[in-house]
């Protein structure tokens, strides 16, 4: 069993089609482990809850959050299915970054950072992980966002569970490509 496919499956299905695999997600996009286990296991006999945990667990992105006793379990964020994942209002650092790819530049320079499909604008904290996000979408292109102004313009920002800088737009006038 491959758990690098298992876990972008779960991704898949965590947030954005419950629907795949027979399972709902609740306003704050809990989902039942055992409904989960149940779903995943009809096309990959042998799921179980070892493997789920381990999956949770060795996720380098941190993606999947299970409640205290185990019987619900979430992706932290991503979502496009709308949900409430409790997120905490905090002030960013001075500077979050954004990596892209070079396609995408004319349209982010044009409209600025908007969430498309997702919740959120998804920003990082750092250069180097901005970078890697990029270089999943071709040539890499990487934007200093103005985070500290924006907030001190009213703008919101939470931070997920796993590091995740979350806004809901970043207009143009606070980009700067690194």
């Given at each position: 069993?491959?758990?690098t496919n298992l876990s972008k499956y779960m991704s898949l299905i965590l947030r954005h089609k419950p629907e795949a695999i027979g399972i709902?997600?609740?306003?704050?996009?809990w989902a039942s482990v055992n409904d989960l286990i149940c779903g995943i296991e009809k096309n990959n006999p042998g799921f179980n809850m070892d493997?789920?945990?381990q999956i949770v667990r060795t996720d380098s992105k941190?993606?999947?959050?299970?409640?205290?006793?185990?019987?619900?379990?979430?992706?932290?964020?991503?979502?496009?299915?709308?949900?409430?994942?409790?997120?905490?209002?905090?002030?960013p650092p001075e500077y979050l970054y954004h990596g892209t790819g070079e396609?995408?530049?004319?349209?982010i320079n044009q409209d600025g950072l908007i969430p498309k499909s997702r919740l959120y604008v998804h920003l990082s904290k750092d250069i180097k992980t901005a970078e890697n996000v990029g270089?999943?979408?071709?040539?890499?292109?990487?934007y200093r966002i103005n985070s500290g102004q924006m907030y001190r313009d009213g703008y919101k920002f939470y931070l997920s569970e796993n590091g995740i800088w979350l806004t809901k737009e970043v207009p143009v006038k606070y980009l700067e490509i690194m």
């Open positions: 069993m491959n758990l709902s997600l609740d306003e704050h996009g493997i789920l945990e941190h993606r999947y959050s299970f409640n205290e006793d185990k019987s619900l379990i979430r992706a932290n964020q991503g979502h496009s299915v709308n949900v409430d994942v409790e997120l905490k209002e905090k002030e396609k995408y530049v004319k349209s270089k999943r979408h071709g040539k890499e292109v990487v």
